[in-house]
């Protein structure tokens, strides 16, 4: 049976399931139904496959109808392991290998890139001169494979793959030409903002084909984010342990293997696993609609208390928020972290359910976020005055100004959308049109504050 077949054969079991029902109407199974196809087309234009993209739809429609509601939760477990052990047969074919065999080869060729240095005399375990080196070029050794990755799974065109060059052909030359300085806050801010340039424009239009129009393209690149760090993490942590274990049993025979982890296996594996990350979040998609969910409504509420007796602290203590470099770049990393779990919890959401409880609480969260921002920009706003613009406040206020309008017209929309007078579409667009803003911005730091600010 082909897989349009099996897909067809899915969706009559569903129609049929509902026929079983008298108090359904068949025009509304009609609706329905037609609302079922366009999930499921959305979904395998985003990667799926049809049994998967099935799967997701159907859960996705139970949260609008109690009918299939409950055909989901009959259905959910032996489509579930349908797509838990067809995939390992799946991917014993051609199409399967390829996938998994192009992520190794590519993070095999990651990990060999970030030693080549060593041939011209730079170490990872050198002295200062060294470490500035890998410092300022360890995203460039990195990224480019990731970048092919998606190029090539997604067959990204021939002008797709000049403007996939470009950006990291002038990274390498910002990077390597310009006079940075070792410790200069314009060092370190593009040290800082490179891969965050490099991931949100360049793995972003890789990931997507090269259509930046696709609103759900962008929307599903967002969701590839909140994956991918979750299994970087996972495997940072697995490889901890690895580490871990080679220090006991060389040390119980007498031997310190502090260089050959240090110069091989903590380099290499770091640099592989951007790879091997990316992959399983393409292998394992189905799971995607399952960890979302979970980790946001986990973290939303918690982020909000943290948010809301930190601004109740303010206001009780009267302390003002101390602008040095390490608060600025912690503040800025907090919101950025509120935003990225606010886009990771849309990405997850269906936007056609209506207004819930977890909606409420992602406004309370929108909201506290709003105050903190507004509070650094003020505290910003007076150091500036007394001290006069650096590099450093004038990176953070860039930033800052840049998440108080998206933050503050997120808010906007969704206060609309919980009143009934807007949809929650307008403002997974309004998310996913911001987006590139703070790639630029994030390049406009990397290649024009040295200028501006004459590498200090």
């Known amino acids: 049976m082909t897989s349009e077949a099996a897909l067809e054969q899915r969706i009559g079991e569903w129609r049929n399931y509902f026929r079983t029902r008298q108090a359904v109407h068949s025009a509304d199974v009609a609706e329905l139904e037609d609302h079922l196809r366009s999930q499921i087309d959305a979904l395998r234009q985003a990667g799926l496959d049809e049994d998967e993209a099935f799967l997701v739809a159907v859960k996705r429609l139970g949260s609008l109808d109690t009918v299939s509601h409950e055909f989901a939760r009959e259905y959910s477990e032996r489509l579930w392991k349908q797509l838990m052990v067809a995939p390992a047969a799946a991917d014993s074919g051609p199409a399967g290998r390829s996938g998994g065999v192009l992520a190794v080869a590519l993070a095999v060729g990651a990990a060999v890139a970030i030693k080549l240095p060593e041939l011209f005399g730079r170490s990872i375990m050198g002295g200062d001169t060294d470490a500035f080196f890998y410092a300022r070029n360890v995203t460039l050794f990195v990224l480019p494979f990731l970048a092919g990755f998606f190029a090539l799974k997604r067959s990204l065109h021939k002008t797709g793959w000049t403007w996939l060059l470009f950006p990291f052909i002038a990274a390498a030359l910002i990077m390597n030409v310009l006079p940075f300085k070792v410790d200069h806050q314009t060092t370190i801010l593009a040290i800082i903002h490179l891969p965050i340039a490099l991931w949100l424009l360049t793995i972003g239009f890789a990931y997507i084909g090269g259509e930046w129009r696709n609103h759900a393209q962008r929307m599903n690149f967002v969701r590839f984010s909140g994956e991918w760090f979750i299994y970087y993490v996972l495997t940072a942590l697995g490889g ?63 982020f909000t208390v943290l948010l809301l007796v930190f601004v109740g ?68 706003a007076a150091r500036i005055s007394e001290f006069g613009f650096s590099a450093n406040k004038t990176a953070a206020l860039g930033l800052n100004i840049l998440l108080l309008i998206n933050l503050g017209w997120s808010a906007v929309l969704y206060m609309r959308f919980l009143a009934k007078g807007g949809s929650f579409t307008a403002l997974e667009r309004w998310q996913t049109s911001y987006l590139p803003v703070f790639g630029i911005w994030a390049w406009v730091v990397v290649a024009l504050f040295p200028v501006i600010f004459k590498y200090q």
């Open 240 to 302: 901890g342990t690895l580490i871990a274990f080679t220090f006991f049993i060389f040390n119980a025979i007498g031997l310190k293997p502090d260089d050959f982890v240090g110069q091989w296996i903590v380099p290499c594996g770091a640099a592989g696993a951007v790879l091997i990350a990316a992959w399983l979040v393409e292998w394992k998609k189905s799971v995607i609609e399952n960890m979302a969910p979970v980790l946001t409504m986990l973290f939303t509420p918690l």
């Open 313 to 380: 602290t303010i206001i009780v203590t009267g302390n003002a928020i101390d602008v040095g470099r390490e608060v600025l770049i912690g503040f800025d990393l907090l919101l950025v972290l509120v935003l990225g779990l606010l886009l990771y919890s849309i990405s997850a959401r269906d936007s056609h359910a209506p207004p819930s409880r977890s909606d409420r609480l992602r406004l309370a969260l929108l909201l506290s976020a709003l105050v903190v921002d507004g509070l650094a920009l003020w505290a910003i």
